[in-house]
C-alpha cells in the first residue's frame, strides 16, 4: 500500500484546510485509514481514524473542529480542519492499517500562523 498525503501549506488562525490522502497498490481489505500528527518535540498522536465499515474516531481535543471523511472510488481519505489553531502546527500523517500491517505516507506539512 502507498499513501499520498497532499494539502498542507500555512494558514492563518482560524482559517481552514483540507488534507488528501490517496491509496494505491494492494488497497483491497484495508481495515483502518487515518491522520496522525506531529509537532517539533512532540511524539506523533492520533488525529482521526476511519474503518473499512465507515466508522470514525477523533482525538477528544479535536472533536467538532476536524472530521474524517473517504471517497472509495477515488480511494482517498480526507481531513477537513476547521477554526485552526497555532497548536495545531504540524506535520501530518496520512496512515493505513491492513491486518497485520501498518502502512505510512510521508507527510504534509500544515503551519498555523497567530
Known amino acids: 500500500v502507498q499513501l499520498q498525503a497532499s494539502g498542507g501549506g500555512l494558514v492563518q488562525a482560524g482559517g481552514s484546510l483540507r488534507l488528501s490522502c490517496a491509496a494505491s497498490?494492494?488497497?483491497?481489505?484495508?481495515?483502518?485509514m487515518g491522520w496522525y500528527r506531529q509537532a517539533p518535540g512532540k511524539q506523533r498522536e492520533l488525529v482521526a481514524t476511519i474503518t473499512s465499515g465507515g466508522s470514525k474516531n477523533y482525538a477528544d481535543s479535536l472533536k467538532g473542529r476536524f472530521t474524517i471523511s473517504r471517497d472509495i472510488p477515488k480511494n482517498t481519505v480526507y481531513l477537513q480542519m476547521n477554526s485552526l489553531k497555532p497548536e495545531d502546527t504540524a506535520k501530518y500523517y496520512c496512515?493505513?492499517?491492513?491486518?497485520?500491517?501498518?502502512?505510512w505516507g510521508q507527510g504534509t506539512l500544515v503551519t498555523v500562523s497567530s
Open positions: 496512515n493505513a492499517l491492513k491486518i497485520p500491517r501498518v502502512y
Open positions: 497498490g494492494s488497497i483491497f481489505s484495508i481495515d483502518v
